[in-house]
């Protein structure tokens, strides 16, 4: 925060201004989870690689179906063909092609977070890329968390017309928003073979709102 003259006249009288930074934070349960999690294949024949991938990943949509999760709620999002090589005496040797197959897992019940990455290794899945857990709708909670701002800005600028002996107008000048980051929590999961029971604690998300405001006084 600093305090500053402005340039501005009333009246002919000059004006001082308070400028002030404010922020207000809010925390909230996450209402839907994303997980990436898919398959990665390799041998020396392209088509074998696929085969094998391909038949994975539709035993682990099957499997994520039968349990309730509706097939809109999944979709790919990588898939990618790469040659992998050795090096032998400085010489790039062909070794395998390796085929990544990367699906979304979109739910609105969280709970059913470990339950589907469970699912999705016992039948084939070999790599989970992330589980992001979000907010379907923040902006109600954006906007708690803007007035949370204001009031901030607002104390802080009074506190320092106080401590000066002087009166403050209540309504700011001006107002600027700034930045703030999305309200998503992400996690990393290793996948190291079958897995049972695995759970996942999403925690809170901070709705967070920053604003600059300029306050005058005298």
């Known amino acids: 925060m600093n305090l500053q003259p402005s340039n501005r006249t009333n009246n002919h009288q000059q004006e001082n201004t308070i ?13 839907q989870v994303k997980i990436t999690i898919g398959v990665k294949t390799e041998n020396p024949s392209v088509s074998k690689a696929q085969t094998e991938n391909t038949q994975a990943i539709n035993n682990i949509m099957s499997a994520l179906m039968q349990m309730g999760v509706p097939q809109r709620a999944i979709q790919t999002v990588v898939y990618q063909i790469e040659p992998q090589y050795d090096y032998v005496d400085g010489t790039q040797v062909f070794r395998t092609y390796l085929i990544t197959h990367l699906l979304q897992v979109e739910l609105d019940d969280i709970s059913m977070a470990g339950a589907v990455i469970d699912q999705a290794v016992e039948n084939g899945a070999n790599f989970v890329s992330s589980v992001q857990f979000s907010l379907k709708d923040e902006s109600s909670l954006q906007n708690e968390a803007l007035t949370l701002a204001v009031h901030n800005a607002r104390e802080k600028a009074q506190a320092i017309a106080n401590s000066l002996s002087v009166p403050m107008k209540s309504l700011p000048i001006w107002i600027k928003e700034l930045s703030y980051n999305d309200p998503v929590r ?13 759970s996942i604690q999403p925690g809170l ?12 006084f005298g």
């Not at 400028?19 to 209402?31: D, F, H, R, T, Y």
């Open 186 to 198: 992400f996690y990393q999961v290793a996948v190291y073979g079958a897995s049972s029971d695995t």
């Open 19 to 31: 400028k002030v930074m404010g922020e207000g934070v809010l925390s909230a349960q996450p209402n």
């Open 205 to 216: 998300i901070e709705i967070r709102a920053q604003i600059e405001a300029l306050f005058e």
